[in-house]
Structure formats: structure tokens, C-alpha cells
């Protein structure tokens, strides 16, 4: 019995720290209901979502395909992960690239010309972003064209060839020709001459260069090539689409000009 009238006497006094406990629970759960709430943030609005450093470009359709030789044309150009800064080249060195707009990461607008002497058939075309990542899809240069303009003839005046390049103190610069300006071999004449903006790098008889090469690293074609004056002067380039491949096109052009 004094057992039982022992807990029955702790239990009562136990019992006001139970109900205070209760009482403090009750308030601090009134007192989060009445506080204000913060209203919530309204979600940030979509972004267009830019290309990664490592985006490869991706060319899904060209429209139109194919231009004749000596006209103008605007292609648009449709895939993904364009660059705001994305360049377009091509592998037949009788297109020229004059205007680029990027509508979006999806969409390019390039104003074309192609030159009356072009070379027919089916070639490449190439969408490159800045980390020289590309994106490549078919392109043919068709078997006729409008005739070209006549001009008066004058001594000496011959049909030109044209070939866009960059121009490299050496071969190893190649790696960085995001930024430069493109300029162009021109044969014409009977004389070989390279033109950047309005600047004119050389211009020699087509007698006066030595070696026309294509540059090789450990037996490994580098991309680029060189041209060899009699004087001893080299000069290094790459071909205007940076696409290695391109620059054996240009070499054999070259080659077939100095043998005429």
C-alpha cells in the first residue's frame, strides 16, 4: 500500500509540468498560424537555351541545296546548338560566304555568291562554332550557270581563279584562326597574288614560286599548306572552310595553274 501511495503522490506532482508543456506546444503553434506569409516568388521566366562550351553543331536541312555557277542566293540553314558566333564555310573554294545572320540557336540566314568559274558537283557545306566543332551537310554547285558579264578586254586580261585562305606566320596558328580575316589566293594574269581586306600580301609571276606543299606533321596531313617563292620567301595558309580535307583541293588547283 505504500508502494501505490507513493506513485499516485510522484504522479500528482508531476502533473503541472505536463500541462504546462501542453500549454507551450499550443501557443507556439497559434503564434506560426498568425505570422504573416511570405508570398511566393513567381518562377523566372524561360531562357533560350544557348549551345555548351562542347555543343557540337548539327545541320538537319539546307534550303535551298544547290546554286548555279555566277548567282547570288539566301540559304537557310536549320538544326541545333548554333552559335551566336557560328561561321559557314564550304568546301568548294568557288563559294563565298558574304553575310551570316543567326536567327537562333536552330536558324541561319547566309547570303551566298558563287563564282562563274565554280566547279560543278556535289560538295560540303559546314556550320562551325567557335570551339571548332562542326556541323556538315550536303551542297552541289550546279553543271550551269548564266553567262558572265561582259567586260572589255584588255592586254593581258585572263578568266581568274579565286581560293579563300587564311594567312599563318606558321602552321601551328592555325589552331587559333577563330577571329582572323579571311582573305584570297587569286591566280589571274599569269600571276599569283594573296588579298586580305584591301591589303595584298604578295603578288608574283606565276614563274617566280618555287613550291606549292601541303604542310605534314610526323607524316600526318596538318590541314594547312605552304607556298614557296624563288626568292626564299614561305608563306603558310589554310583553306577558307578550316576543313582539313580542303586544303589538298586547293594545292592541286594551284599545282594545275603553275603547269599551264
Not at 221 to 234: A, M, P, R, V
Not at 237 to 243: I, M, R, V, Y
Amino acid at each position: 500500500m505504500m508502494l501505490a501511495d507513493n506513485s499516485f503522490v510522484g504522479l500528482r506532482r508531476a502533473r503541472p509540468l505536463v500541462v504546462w508543456t501542453l500549454a507551450m506546444c499550443v501557443m507556439t503553434i497559434m503564434r506560426a498560424q498568425a505570422a504573416p506569409q511570405e508570398p511566393a516568388a513567381p518562377p523566372a521566366p524561360a531562357a533560350e537555351t544557348q549551345p555548351t562550351a562542347v555543343a557540337t553543331p548539327e545541320v538537319t536541312s539546307v534550303d535551298p541545296s544547290r546554286a548555279a555557277p555566277g548567282s547570288d542566293a539566301t540559304l537557310k540553314i536549320t538544326g541545333k546548338n548554333f552559335a551566336t558566333d557560328a561561321k559557314v564555310s564550304f568546301a568548294n573554294p568557288g563559294i563565298r560566304v558574304v553575310d551570316i545572320k543567326h536567327s537562333s540557336t536552330t536558324e541561319l540566314a547566309v547570303h551566298i555568291k558563287v563564282a562563274h568559274d565554280a566547279s560543278p558537283g556535289a560538295s560540303s557545306l559546314y556550320v562551325i562554332n567557335p570551339n571548332d566543332r562542326e556541323g556538315v551537310a550536303p551542297f552541289e554547285v550546279t553543271g550551269k550557270g548564266p553567262a558572265p558579264p561582259a567586260t572589255p578586254a584588255s592586254p593581258g586580261a585572263a578568266a581568274g581563279q579565286r581560293y579563300e585562305a587564311y594567312h599563318f606566320g606558321n602552321p601551328l596558328e592555325a589552331l587559333q584562326a577563330h577571329g582572323k580575316v579571311k582573305g584570297a589566293l587569286v591566280v589571274s594574269a599569269g600571276k599569283l597574288r594573296y588579298e586580305e581586306g584591301n591589303k595584298i600580301l604578295f603578288n608574283v609571276a606565276l614563274r617566280d614560286v618555287k613550291e606549292v606543299e601541303i604542310n605534314t606533321l610526323g607524316g600526318f596531313n596538318t590541314g594547312t599548306f605552304h607556298i614557296i617563292l624563288t626568292s626564299g620567301k614561305t608563306y603558310n595558309f589554310a583553306p577558307g572552310s578550316l576543313h582539313p580535307g580542303d586544303n589538298q583541293t586547293i594545292v592541286d588547283a594551284l599545282r594545275k595553274a603553275l603547269a599551264q
